[in-house]
């Protein structure tokens, strides 16, 4: 099965800078969803945007997705220390009941 | 609510040797799943359930079995361990078999000597 492909695996900042994740795939989906991960817990979703949408925002979360390039983006405007994690992109509605992640993107945030 | 839980928090087996992870979920959610994660693999899916009596193979399946007779519950069996299967396991539901928003347990870290 596919699996999103991140870019960078890792990204170092300061705070108040902005950070941009990348993920790319290969065939068609009907949603994609990024996730972030603590160190050592479990994954937590941020935001879903679906196949028809090109651009989603959640608080300092702003998603984009361009079907035609088969890749999404993740900005995190303002970034602070707390924001540093990794963070994945997943791939919905290839395959019933299946989510597919990606390697991951380690962010992070220096104070 | 508590969520997705999951026991134990950490484990070290002995190549061979049999073990249930146990998954729970109290949020009356139809899907459920479990992934393992390795350094620089990401996650990826070992099996997964549509809902009570139903479920079905994953990216990785061998040497893992899985049963789901209520909705609640959804264990993990490792059938004779192997050194392979050392890695941190995260049992996720969602409401929907859709799967557009998984909950995540906090994982268990096992160690197959």
């Known amino acids: 099965s596919q699996q999103g492909e991140e870019d960078p695996q890792a990204l170092s900042i300061q705070e108040g800078e902005n950070a941009t994740m990348n993920c790319s795939y290969k065939?068609?989906?009907?949603?994609l969803q990024w996730y972030r991960q603590n160190s050592g817990r479990g994954l937590v979703h941020l935001i879903l945007?679906?196949?028809?949408?090109r651009e989603k925002h959640s608080g300092r979360l702003r998603v984009t997705l361009d079907t035609s390039k088969k890749s999404s983006s993740l900005l995190i405007t303002a970034s602070r220390a707390a924001d540093t994690a990794s963070y994945f992109c997943?791939?919905?509605?290839?395959?019933?009941?299946?989510?597919?992640f990606g390697q991951g993107t380690i962010l992070t945030v220096h104070p | 609510n508590a969520g997705v839980t999951q026991t134990p928090k950490f484990q070290v087996l002995k190549t061979g040797q049999s073990m249930t992870l146990q998954c729970a979920q109290d949020?009356?959610?139809?899907?459920m799943s479990w992934y393992r994660q390795d350094p620089g693999m990401g996650l990826r899916l070992i099996h997964y359930?549509?809902?009570?009596?139903?479920?079905d193979q994953g990216e990785v399946p061998n040497g893992y079995n899985v049963s789901r007779s209520t909705t609640e519950d959804f264990p993990l069996r490792l059938l004779s361990a192997a050194p392979s299967q050392t890695s941190v396991y995260f049992c996720?539901?969602?409401?929907?078999?859709?799967?557009?928003?998984?909950?995540f347990g906090s994982g268990t870290q096992l160690s197959v000597l």
């Open positions: 065939t068609s989906i009907n949603n």
């Open positions: 359930s549509v809902g009570a009596g139903i479920t």
């Open positions: 949020m009356n959610h139809e899907y």
């Open positions: 945007i679906r196949s028809n949408e």
């Open positions: 997943a791939l919905g509605g290839t395959s019933y009941g299946k989510l597919t």
């Open positions: 996720a539901s969602s409401y929907l078999a859709g799967v557009e928003k998984l909950f």
